[in-house]
């Protein structure tokens, strides 16, 4: 009689799980009459983790531009390749005699692309080189940005988000990302707002043309005459309550090497003016100090905040231990990825990758390769457990604050974001009432209202978790 029990039990127990597959096509299915896709395009592709198998694939293999969903490829990359203990380094060198205080030398600052190079990082440097006794160099002090080419956006990057932050300009030698950070303060009606620059340098020039608590005016903005490459920053607009903008300035490596001797200067070290050269490859170059941070800060930002350097960084970094190379391009990162899509069982050539961040027009990847990704995260546990933490969650942090704050996907998406013009993109990890976990890829292409393909997407998600 048990074994009748158990025999029955068993069936009752597949005939729910082949009743409940399609449920979900169904309610999928209808998802997408969506008046949404009348004007625009879907790649989708959803595959059950803890059962192994797809549960619903639409236009999985088709191409796509990605927008920031590309991060998940670059850092899933890097952290094979790199792992999450690797750090991202710039180095001082000198060569010549240290006599006294005085080297007879030259001083080298050896970029190593960190991403999280910030305006505390550089009073921390400078203190460095410092405490190395060094009061007085006699020779030359010498950038060598000779990790990276001269490119400094990747290909199909907007020119016109030249002075926007999220689009940085990308040295070796990066300094708080590349960019300046005004807050304004308002003060008595009429009045310039009080602003406040971070980080201060000479490196740049602010220009005050806020207005406070004035109704007719423009709101708060910064601009520049960055087609000319000059950092004039220009603050205008009426100032109400305290607010915070950001604008890039040109060439990231002169505006850190510029701070970097203003600062070395006022600690009272004496350097002479900075020029750009390539550290000696032969013994003569002496280690003066090294100012680091981990691979699990780029990390973070890469996903959380989705920020652009960080995941460029990533890429370089892995291209440089996988590759050997002292020199690098894009191509070297490139070829990084097509070759791990290759170890992953697709056929690289499928693809079109160019960056890191997914900023480039260029890119077209798909669904399935997104997918395949996460899958493979989630079969490697010191992936997973990396990536997973640093995700997005619904409703909670990052780029996913603000969305599925209620209903059965609260809490239960940890998914990378995605957004340029034309593109909004989800994928990531869903876990389901059942306790499955679910990697997801969705992109939405063709969409001119972003806010009516995230609500198409936080639906999806909200029927996965059920």
Not at 318 to 329: E, F, P, R
Not at 330 to 353: A, H
Request: hydrophobic share 40%; with cysteine; proline share 4%.
């Amino acid at each position: 009689m048990k074994r009748i029990l158990s025999i029955l039990s068993l069936f009752f127990f597949w005939q729910m799980i082949a009743f409940a597959q399609p449920g979900l096509r169904t309610k999928l299915n209808l998802l997408l009459k969506d008046d949404l896709f009348k004007t625009s395009e879907l790649g989708l592709s959803v595959y059950d983790l803890t059962a192994n198998k797809y549960l619903y694939r639409y236009q999985s293999k088709k191409l796509y531009r990605p927008a920031s969903v590309e991060k998940l490829v670059t850092v899933i990359t890097g952290l094979s390749i790199l792992g999450p203990h690797h750090r991202f380094s710039t180095t001082l060198y000198h060569t010549g005699e240290i006599r006294n205080d005085t080297l007879n030398g030259n001083l080298y600052v050896v970029g190593g692309l960190d991403s999280e190079f910030m305006d505390p990082s550089m009073d921390e440097l400078v203190q460095m080189l410092y405490q190395s006794g060094i009061r007085t160099v006699t020779g030359k002090l010498i950038a060598d940005v000779s990790m990276t080419d001269s490119l400094y956006w990747g290909p199909g990057w907007s020119w016109d988000d030249a002075p926007y932050s999220f689009q940085p300009i990308i040295s070796p030698l990066m300094f708080h990302k590349g960019y300046v950070e005004v807050s304004a303060k308002p003060e008595k009606k009429d009045l310039p707002a009080t602003l406040v620059c971070v980080p201060a340098s000479s490196y740049y020039t602010l220009s005050n043309q806020t207005v406070s608590n004035n109704s007719q005016n423009d709101k708060f903005n910064l601009s520049r005459h960055w087609m000319d490459n000059r950092n004039d920053i220009l603050a205008t607009g009426s100032i109400s309550s305290t607010q915070r903008e950001r604008i890039t300035v040109s060439s990231s490596s002169s505006f850190f090497m510029h701070t970097f001797l203003q600062r070395a200067r006022i600690r009272g070290v004496h350097l002479p003016d900075y020029t750009y050269g390539e550290l000696p490859v032969d013994s003569s170059a002496v280690f003066v100090a090294r100012l680091s941070h981990p691979f699990r800060l780029a990390l973070q930002r890469a996903m959380k905040n989705s920020d652009n350097l960080s995941a460029e960084a990533i890429l370089f970094n892995t291209a440089a231990k996988q590759s050997g190379k002292q020199h690098l391009n894009r191509e070297d990162g490139v070829k990084v990825i097509q070759q791990f899509i290759s170890k992953l069982g697709l056929d690289p050539e499928t693809y079109n990758i160019v960056d890191g961040c997914g900023v480039s027009l260029y890119n077209y990847i798909s669904p399935e390769l997104l997918v395949t990704y996460l899958k493979y995260a989630y079969s490697q546990k010191k992936i997973f457990r990396e990536l997973y933490p640093v995700l997005p969650i619904a409703g909670v942090d990052g780029t996913l604050s603000g969305r599925m704050k209620d209903g059965k996907a609260y809490k239960n998406v940890h998914a990378k974001t995605g957004s340029v013009t034309g593109v909004s993109s989800l994928a990531g990890y869903a876990k389901a009432s059942n306790g499955h976990l679910i990697a997801f890829a969705i992109i939405n292409q063709n969409v001119m209202q972003t806010a009516k393909a995230r609500a198409f997407q936080d639906q999806l998600c909200e029927i996965l978790c059920e």
